[in-house]
């Protein structure tokens, strides 16, 4: 019953920018920490940024700290990524994760539900 659907995926440019929306149904996000992830081929999967259930965000990895924003809106059930000045290392699959908790988890095993992945190409 419960899904996360990732969107907003693209080519883009060097320079450029992309929202990404991860909506959830069959349950409420409200009561989660949300992350979003990211897998280019031949790597492993890492996390991005998490929003705890309280609106808090962390940063996994300092490589998209002040060009990636997340952000919540518990009305509409859906966590947004914000990605500007994107670099040709952003280029990977991303992922939504969700895992039932205030706080964001410290490890990708820790979070409960993900979605199917949206793919973000960075390229000339």
Do not use: H
């Not at 700290?65 to 914000?82: E, M």
């Not at 969700?98 to 979070?111: D, E, F, M, T």
Request: hydrophobic residues 35%; proline residues 2%; positive net charge.
């Amino acid at each position: 019953q419960l899904q996360l659907v990732e969107s907003g995926g693209g080519l883009v440019q060097p320079g450029g920018s992309l929202r990404l929306s991860c909506a959830a149904s069959g349950f409420t996000l409200g009561y989660y920490a949300i992350g979003w992830f990211r897998q280019a081929p031949g790597k492993e999967r890492e996390g991005v940024l998490c929003i705890s259930s309280s609106g808090d965000s962390t940063n996994y990895v300092d490589s998209v700290k002040g060009r990636f924003t997340i952000s919540r809106d518990n009305a509409k059930n859906t966590v947004y990524l914000q990605m500007n000045s994107l670099k040709a290392e952003d280029t990977a699959v991303y992922y939504c994760a969700v895992r039932k908790s205030v706080y964001c988890p410290g490890l990708v095993a820790l979070y409960d539900y993900w979605g199917q992945g949206t793919q973000v190409t960075v390229s000339s």
